[in-house]
C-alpha cells in the first residue's frame, strides 16, 4: 500500500490556467483543416472556425491559444496575412513540407478564433527574418486604440477596437529554426526587439516572452537572465519527448512494445528534472520568481504515420499518451511557482493532438481527456503532497511508477490527480488529508491498454469515465489504481 498525503493546509502557489494551454502553427493540417475551414466551406463553420472543433476545445476548457508558430514564426510576415483574402500575398511554408500558405488565416482570424474559444491570444513575432519596424507596427496594429497608421489600417480590415493581447513571444527558437543564434547574440536582440513592443494602453500590459532554451542547455537560461532578465516577464522552454531519443528515428505513434512505452514515460518524466535545474539558474538573478518559465512547446514526438506528408507531423495518439499528458501537467503543477503558462504541441492533427480531423469528421484523443479532466486544477491553490511510489530503472532511464498533485479551490475542494504509469500493475493508495475530515469523495477515471486509443471509426475506447474503486475513511480514502491508469479524486 502507498502512502499519499495532501496537506490542505501547506498552500503552495497558484496554479496559471495558462499551463493548461495549447500550441496552434501554420503546420500540416493544424490551422488550415484542423481549426479553419474558411466561410465557404460545407464544414459546418461560424466565420470559417470549424463548429466541432471549436466546441471540443471549449469543453475541454483551453486558456490560451500560442500562434502562429513554432518555426514558421520567424518566416511570418504580418501584413501579408491581412485585408482583401483574396489579395493576400502567398508564401512558401519552407519548414513544414513546402506547401503555398495563401495567408487566408491571418491576426483578424486568430483574434476571432480565440473570441470563439472564449480563450487568451498568445501571439509569437518574427525575430529571425523580420524587422523591429515590423513588429512595432504589429502591435501597434493589434493593440492600439487612439487614431494612428496602423490603428486606421485595422479599421479599414473591419476592426474599429483593439484586441486584447495577452502575451508576445519575442522570437521562437533562436537558437535554431528562428535564427541560429548564440545566447549572447539574442539576448542583445530581445532588449533591442522587446523595446519596441510598446504597452499602447495601460489595461493591456503585454507579457513579454523571450525566446528560453531548448531542452537542458543551461547556458542559454543563465546567459539570458544575466543580459536580459529585468526585461522580460518570462522565459520560454521547449522540451519534447522523442522515445528513442534519436531524431531520426523516433519511433511509431501506435506500435511499440513495453520497453518503448517505459522509454518514453521516462523521458517524459525529464521534464520534471529540467524544470527545476533552469528554475535554479533562474533563481541566481530573479530570486523572488518574478520571471515566468513558459513551457511553450511540449509534447511526444513520434515518426509520422505512414504515407503522410513528411513535413505535416502527423502521428497518432494512445494511452501512452494520456500518461505522458497527465504526469506532465502534474509536474507542471507542482512547479506551478515558475511555471505560468504551457503549450502542448499542437492542437489539432500535429504531434501529440488533443484532436484529429478528417474531412468533416473528428476525432478527441486520450490527451484530449487528460486535458478535460485535469481542467478543475486551473487557477486552483497548490497544495504540498507527497507519495510514496515505486520506481523503475531500465537502460538507465528511471521513473517513478505513480505521479500526483493536489490543489485546492476557493470553496475548499481539493482535486488531486494521479498517475500509475504501469503497464502491468495495479497500484494500492492510502490516501490521508492532515488535519481534515472527509466528507465526500468523487472520482473519474481514464484507462486502458498502452495501446488502446481513439480511431474515426471507434471513438470512444478512451474516454472519461467514473471511478469507484476507493474507500472513504474518517480522514482521506484508500483505492486501487488499474494499471496504465490516470484517476482524479474530488474531495469535499
Ligand atoms: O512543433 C513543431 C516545431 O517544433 C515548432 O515549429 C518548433 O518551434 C519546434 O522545433
Redesign the pocket.
Known amino acids: 500500500m502507498e502512502k499519499y498525503l495532501i496537506n490542505p493546509y501547506h498552500k503552495i502557489s497558484k496554479i496559471n490556467k495558462d499551463i493548461y494551454g495549447n500550441?496552434s502553427?501554420h503546420?500540416g493540417r493544424c490551422v488550415y483543416e484542423g481549426l479553419y475551414v474558411g466561410e465557404n466551406s460545407k464544414i459546418p463553420n461560424v466565420n470559417g472556425m470549424r463548429c466541432d472543433v471549436v466546441n471540443a476545445l471549449k469543453e475541454m476548457g483551453i486558456p490560451v491559444l500560442r500562434w502562429p508558430?513554432?518555426?514558421?514564426?520567424d518566416e511570418y510576415h504580418w501584413k501579408d496575412g491581412i485585408g482583401d483574402k483574396s489579395k493576400r500575398k502567398k508564401m512558401v511554408n519552407t519548414?513544414?513540407g513546402g506547401v503555398v500558405e495563401d495567408n487566408s488565416f491571418g491576426t483578424h482570424e486568430f483574434f476571432e478564433l480565440c473570441r470563439q474559444l472564449g480563450c487568451d491570444a498568445y501571439i509569437n513575432g518574427n525575430v529571425g527574418s523580420g524587422t523591429v519596424e515590423e513588429m512595432n507596427e504589429w502591435i501597434e496594429y493589434m493593440t492600439f486604440g487612439g487614431d494612428s497608421p496602423m490603428a486606421r489600417l485595422r479599421a479599414e480590415n473591419g476592426r474599429k477596437e483593439p484586441w486584447k493581447l495577452k502575451y508576445f513571444g519575442v522570437g521562437?527558437?533562436s537558437w535554431?529554426?528562428?535564427g541560429n543564434m548564440m545566447p549572447e547574440y539574442y539576448s542583445h536582440l530581445f532588449r533591442r526587439y522587446n523595446t519596441y513592443v510598446r504597452d499602447y494602453d495601460s489595461n493591456n500590459k503585454i507579457y513579454r516572452v523571450a525566446c528560453g532554451p531548448n531542452a537542458e542547455d543551461y547556458n542559454w537560461t543563465d546567459v539570458l537572465m544575466k543580459n536580459a532578465g529585468n526585461k522580460v516577464n518570462g522565459i520560454s522552454l521547449?522540451y519534447?519527448t522523442v522515445p528513442s531519443g534519436d531524431w531520426n528515428k523516433k519511433g511509431s505513434s501506435t506500435d511499440f512494445d513495453e520497453n518503448e512505452y517505459f522509454s518514453t514515460i521516462a523521458k517524459a518524466y525529464k521534464m520534471d528534472g529540467i524544470i527545476s535545474r533552469h528554475c535554479s539558474v533562474m533563481d541566481k538573478y530573479d530570486p523572488e520568481k518574478r520571471v515566468g518559465l513558459i513551457v511553450d512547446?511540449w509534447?511526444t514526438?513520434y515518426d509520422v504515420e505512414p504515407g503522410t506528408n513528411p513535413g505535416f507531423?502527423y502521428q497518432l495518439s494512445t494511452m501512452r499518451d494520456a500518461v505522458v499528458a497527465a504526469l506532465t501537467l502534474n509536474i507542471f503543477n507542482k512547479h506551478s511557482d515558475r511555471v505560468h503558462m504551457a503549450n502542448i504541441?499542437?492542437t489539432v492533427n500535429?504531434?501529440q493532438s488533443v484532436a484529429l480531423t478528417d474531412g468533416e469528421d473528428m476525432v478527441l484523443t486520450p490527451t484530449y481527456y487528460v486535458f478535460k479532466m485535469f481542467k478543475d486544477h486551473q487557477n486552483n491553490t497548490l497544495l504540498g503532497s507527497y507519495i510514496t511510489t515505486p520506481e523503475r530503472t531500465l537502460n538507465n532511464e528511471t521513473a517513478p511508477q505513480l505521479i500526483e498533485s493536489a490543489s485546492m479551490d476557493e470553496n475548499g475542494v481539493i482535486y488531486s490527480t494521479v498517475v500509475n504509469s504501469c503497464p502491468e500493475h495495479s497500484a494500492q493508495i492510502d490516501c490521508e488529508i492532515a488535519h481534515n475530515g472527509v466528507k465526500s469523495v468523487k472520482a473519474n477515471i481514464i484507462t486502458g491498454n498502452i495501446h488502446d486509443g481513439n480511431t474515426f471509426e471507434n471513438k470512444n475506447t478512451v474516454v472519461q469515465k467514473e471511478f469507484t474503486d476507493f474507500e472513504i475513511k474518517p480522514n482521506g480514502f484508500t483505492a486501487e489504481l488499474p494499471p496504465c491508469s490516470i484517476v482524479k479524486f474530488v474531495i469535499e
Open positions: 500550441f502553427e503546420l508558430g513554432g518555426c514558421f514564426a519548414h513544414w521562437n527558437e535554431g529554426c528562428g521547449h519534447y512547446e509534447g514526438w507531423l504541441a499542437q500535429v504531434l
